[in-house]
């Protein structure tokens, strides 16, 4: 079944507590991204990846980092998690060939404290 | 910049009326748009996508349409069903790498 995986669903962290979030997809497709989804603020893209080793900052990559390593990875990493990084976390993949059918994870909901 | 915005916000209605939800964009110059559906505790489910050079998409009772020049979308849902109940998210593409999402209708409908 092709499919998105993130873990942790849901995370309560403190400030300063190093994280990462994990995201997988079965699909072999070039492209992943990680958004979050604020409330009145929608869906805003944090960083994207074109494909292994080529990644680039979205709208609000500020406080993260990424890694592809493998293509089917796509962790993203808070250093030192802060509560203004209290949110939905949404991981998606799509093909290159078919932009318009994106795949995405359940959600992760983080918690900072 | 481009800006998404989606109107209404919420909607309540009773089952089997037709309705309509709204997103316009501030930049016409987009690749596509894009309905999504997400139900809580749930990522998104693509609904449709409507290219830049098409005027509408339609998948069951779903239809959506576009107006680039306006900067203007709709979704129509035919005869609403309890099921479509759920929050509505439109997306415009400015380039094959982005997403700009709208902050959403919430969609209750009701027996």
């Known amino acids: 079944e092709a499919q998105v995986t993130q873990n942790p669903r849901y995370l309560i962290t403190v400030t300063g507590k190093k994280l990462t979030v994990t995201c997988s997809q079965n699909?072999?497709?070039?492209?992943m991204s990680w958004y979050r989804q604020d409330p009145g603020l929608g869906l805003r893209q944090i960083y994207y990846?074109?494909?292994?080793?080529?990644?680039d900052k979205g709208d609000v990559p500020e406080g993260y980092k990424v890694s592809r390593k493998e293509k089917r990875n796509f962790p993203l990493i808070l250093e030192s998690p802060s509560p203004n990084q209290t949110s939905l976390y949404f991981c998606?993949?799509?093909?290159?060939?078919?932009?318009?059918?994106?795949?995405f994870g359940e959600g992760s909901r983080l918690t900072v404290l | 910049k481009q800006e998404v915005t989606q109107i209404p916000a919420a909607l309540s209605v009773p089952e089997g009326e037709n309705l309509v939800l709204n997103c316009s964009f501030t930049?016409?110059?987009?690749?596509?748009l894009q309905w999504f559906r997400q139900d809580p505790g749930k990522g998104l489910t693509s609904l449709l996508l409507i290219q830049s050079s098409q005027r509408e998409q339609t998948s069951g009772r779903l239809n959506a349409s576009l107006d680039k020049s306006s900067g203007r979308s709709t979704l129509y849902i035919a005869a609403s069903q309890p099921g479509d109940s759920a929050t509505y998210l439109c997306a415009v593409r400015p380039d094959t790498d982005k997403l700009i999402f709208g902050t959403g209708t919430r969609l209750q409908v009701f027996p």
């Open positions: 990846s074109m494909n292994v080793e080529v990644t």
């Open positions: 699909m072999n497709h070039e492209y």
């Open positions: 930049d016409s110059a987009i690749y596509n």
């Open positions: 998606a993949s799509w093909a290159w060939e078919n932009p318009g059918e994106l795949f």
